[in-house]
């Protein structure tokens, strides 16, 4: 099992532990039912969601206009190249639009 989902169960677990616990704490002080519902069932949502934005701050700047960090590719692998390059399959020319400025071949690949 993958160690993060592992965390994240144990950490579900734990908090459902702690939601039943606090009810119960809470039951036995005498706080009406539907407000100790209400503070528990508000926990056990909140904390995932803390949980969450915690991990994603860990990242990096997620979510940010720079572009880097967090994502399918990495935190900043591009390099701040600015976006996808291409190579000439001709002349083997690394450049940024549709056609080859040095031969004006289409015939070109992505460069990540």
Known sequence: MNPQL???YIFLGASLVFSIGLQIGLSALGVPWFISIGLVMAIFILLPMIMRRRQMSKMGSYGSDSGTGGGFFGMGSQG???GVRY?????????????????????QRADF
């Not at 190579?87 to 015939?107: A, E, F, I, Q, W």
């Open 87 to 107: 190579v000439c399959l001709v002349c083997n020319n690394k450049h940024k639009g549709g056609t080859c400025p040095r031969c004006g071949s289409k015939m």
């Open 6 to 8: 592992k965390r994240y």
């Open 80 to 82: 701040g190249s600015g």
